[in-house]
């Protein structure tokens, strides 16, 4: 089985600072791996997503992530934050053999301080 | 655009109540998907399907059924509501393969009272 630990169910940073969240996985197989944004009173938002291709992912809003196998971590970066950052980031991690299989961590709050 | 529509924002039921969740997906995906979000747990799969009148039990499915007559819609049902049902829903849908990914609802906000 898969699982999806995020560290940190809080995180504030300054606005114009680097905003860094992390997220390792379990898996026997590097499985697809997401991070996705939610805001308020919405659903989850796909910020972006490695499919075994470019190890370095760039996503919307100036959100990259980058795989390391080694590590077994794919962790969210942005160089500076931004007001309108603030939100829930969750990541997330597909089954590449079966299709119908997510895991989410649990979880990470932003919180950016003007 | 991918647009998955939740029926209901908001919702207050009281106890013992029927509860009818539904989810229209508009992009012809296989897959879809009910969750449960609360905080500090993440999101709970409650239950998917892969197809029409196919349906599977997630991680939490106790209290809950699913039903899936057409594809492009997935309802939930909670046959007789109680106060730990109180939750966030989220549906959402994706194509047949684990490249893709989840497309989300607005979610519904389910007080039980």
């Known amino acids: 089985a898969q699982s999806v630990t995020q560290l940190g169910s809080h995180v504030s940073v300054s606005e114009g600072a680097l905003v860094l969240l992390r997220c390792n996985y379990s898996?026997?197989?590097?499985?697809?791996l997401f991070w996705y944004v939610q805001y308020p009173n919405q659903g989850l938002q796909l910020l972006l997503k490695?499919?075994?291709?470019?190890?370095l992912v760039k996503g919307i809003n100036g959100f990259e992530a980058e795989f390391k196998k080694s590590e077994t971590s794919f962790h969210l970066t942005k160089p500076s934050a931004h007001m309108s950052d603030a939100a829930e980031y969750f990541c997330a991690v597909s089954d590449p053999i079966n299709g119908n299989q997510f895991y989410f961590g649990t979880g990470t709050s932003l919180t950016v301080i003007p | 655009d991918v647009k998955v529509t939740q029926s209901s924002r908001y919702l207050v039921k009281r106890t013992g109540e029927k509860v009818f969740l539904e989810c229209v997906q508009d992009?012809?995906?296989?897959?879809m998907f009910w969750y449960r979000q609360d905080p500090g747990l993440g999101l709970r799969l409650i239950y998917f399907s892969y197809d029409v009148k196919m349906k599977e039990k997630g991680d939490i499915p106790e209290g809950y059924s699913v039903s899936r007559e057409k594809k492009e819609r997935f309802s939930l049902i909670l046959e007789s509501a109680s106060t730990n049902q109180t939750s966030m829903y989220l549906c959402a849908s994706s194509l047949w393969s684990a490249r893709g990914e989840l497309f989300f609802g607005e979610g519904s906000r389910l007080t039980v009272l």
């Open positions: 898996s026997s197989v590097p499985p697809y």
């Open positions: 490695y499919t075994s291709a470019a190890t």
């Open positions: 992009m012809d995906h296989e897959n």
